[in-house]
Nanobody, 130 residues
Framework: QVQLVESGGGLVQPGGSLRLSCVHSGRTVSTLNYIILAWFRQVPGKEREFVAAIAQNSRSTDYSDSVKGRFTISRDTTKNTVSLQMNDLRPEDTAVYYC????????????????????WGGGTQVTVSS
């Protein structure tokens, strides 16, 4: 089983920055050899939504339209971490942010669909408010 633990959430003013990190450990139960890492977020009463994903090769990335140009996802395969640098934060970015992992047969693949991710962290709260 893959374990995921997020850190780095907190309270920040509009226009500010935060960096979220997620450490992953363990092995997938799948026979697929590669891992996609992603960030999702959720506010009460709404579905968990895709934020960003990064492929095994660390170069293929995908972002939701709402964060493109403001957020940057990266991964360090030597330290088994994935990070989300969030700049120019807005009140509508307030949510619980979740790290997720999915297995794949390809090094360049990313997924947006929540249902493709088998493994989830416990979440970290990000609040953007003045």
């Amino acid at each position: 089983q893959v374990q995921l633990v997020e850190s780095g959430g907190g309270l920040v003013q509009p226009g500010g920055s935060l960096r979220l990190s997620c450490v992953h450990s363990g092995r997938t139960v799948s026979t697929l050899n590669y891992i996609i890492l992603a960030w999702f977020r959720q506010v009460p009463g709404k579905e968990r939504e895709f934020v960003a994903a990064i492929a095994q090769n660390s170069r293929s990335t995908d972002y939701s339209d709402s964060v493109k140009g403001r957020f940057t996802i990266s991964r360090d395969t030597t330290k088994n971490t994935v990070s989300l640098q969030m700049n120019d934060l807005r009140p509508e970015d307030t949510a619980v942010y979740y790290c997720a992992a999915a297995a794949t047969a390809y090094t360049t693949t990313t997924y947006r669909q929540r249902t493709r991710y088998m493994y989830w962290g416990g979440g970290t709260q990000v609040t953007v408010s003045s």
